[in-house]
């Protein structure tokens, strides 16, 4: 079956990096287009960024154009998103998952969600 492992998440000061990954099993992972979302206490998840299958285009959220950058590596299955001068705002549990790159929205049956990873950035 389809998994998604989130991973380097952690406790940052305001103006710091971190650098998530997804590790991408059970699915041809090159033949779809990824996102990255995040969920904040008490909100809904929302989209963030999304990358298409080869990697060539890129999308993101207005928040966070310009401080993070999405990238995946098609021959290990891994979904990345470089986080640049991170905010507390940023803060949220953050997931990978297949997506629509047009509608920024998981396509119809490959509504797969990890546990996600914990970011969060302080003041």
């Known amino acids: 079956q389809v998994q998604l ?3 380097g998440g952690g406790l940052v000061q305001a103006g710091d990096s971190l650098r998530l990954s997804c590790a991408a099993s059970g699915l041809y992972f090159s033949r779809y287009a990824m996102g ?10 929302e989209f963030v960024s999304a990358i298409s299958t080869s990697g ?10 310009g401080r993070f950058t999405i990238s995946r590596d098609n021959a290990k299955n891994t979904l ?8 507390p705002e940023d803060t949220a549990v953050y997931y990978c998952a297949v997506i629509n790159y047009a509608t920024r929205t ?6 797969y969600w990890g546990k996600g990873t914990l970011v969060t950035v302080s003041s």
């Not at 990345?80 to 905010?87: A, D, H, I, P, V």
Request: no cysteine; charged share 25%.
């Open 5 to 7: 492992v989130e991973s």
């Open 106 to 111: 998981p396509p119809n049956g490959m509504d």
């Open 80 to 87: 990345y998103l470089q986080m640049n001068s991170l905010k």
């Open 56 to 65: 060539i285009f890129t999308n993101y959220a207005d928040s966070v154009k």
């Open 36 to 45: 990255w979302f995040r969920q904040a206490p008490g909100k809904e998840r």
